[in-house]
């Protein structure tokens, strides 16, 4: 089955350009297009999307609450989305990842990395630009007045688990992890997965978080 692909950007020429690359594929297909954020969210349960393009910045609701309202909703829970920032320092790709993203794209990505990215958040199988979306949330932690958990780490994790979960934030996929920690690529899949039960997070964007503002992982250090 093709991944159903919703796009939601209020410029058309955007959508417009995102929609003839989508459709160029053939294992996706753009099911609905969206100019507001509120939109997008009606749609995500309309449309039947698996995943959804999410600009930040857009009218009546933004890429940030309506990314919140398709993480919350029960109905939604397949639904990934992919945030659209013009730069990769925005500030707002935290509070979208916060808010239940699986991660972010700058809009001048190049065609093939696009399709990929949705490829790979589609499928579920790691964070889309770990190295990048690790630093970014590295410097904003790192910013003044920035409210932090107390240092250590989550609390509920095995010392192994703690492990794991650092590597995540380091950017590591499953198979680098298990490489590092000397373990199958399964069993390393395996640990993911139970953090995530754990900590009741949706994907590995979260799990970064959470070991930054957790103290697990100190800011700078990535």
Known sequence: MPIRVLLADDQTLVRASFAMLVASAGDMEVVAEAGTGRQAVDLARSAKADLVVMDIRMPDLDGIEATRLIAADEDLAGVKVLVLTTYDTDEHIVDALRAGASGFLVKDIRPA???????????????????????????????PGTAMSAVGGPDGLSERERQVLTLVARGFNNTEIAEEL??????AKTHVSRIMGKLRVRDRAQLVIVAYESGLVIPGAV
Do not use: H, K
């Open 113 to 143: 990395e696009l399709l990929e990215a949705i490829r790979t958040v589609a499928a579920g199988d790691s964070l889309l630009s770990p190295g990048p979306t690790s630093r970014l949330i590295a410097r904003f932690l790192r910013a």
């Open 182 to 187: 000397g373990l199958s690529p399964l069993t």
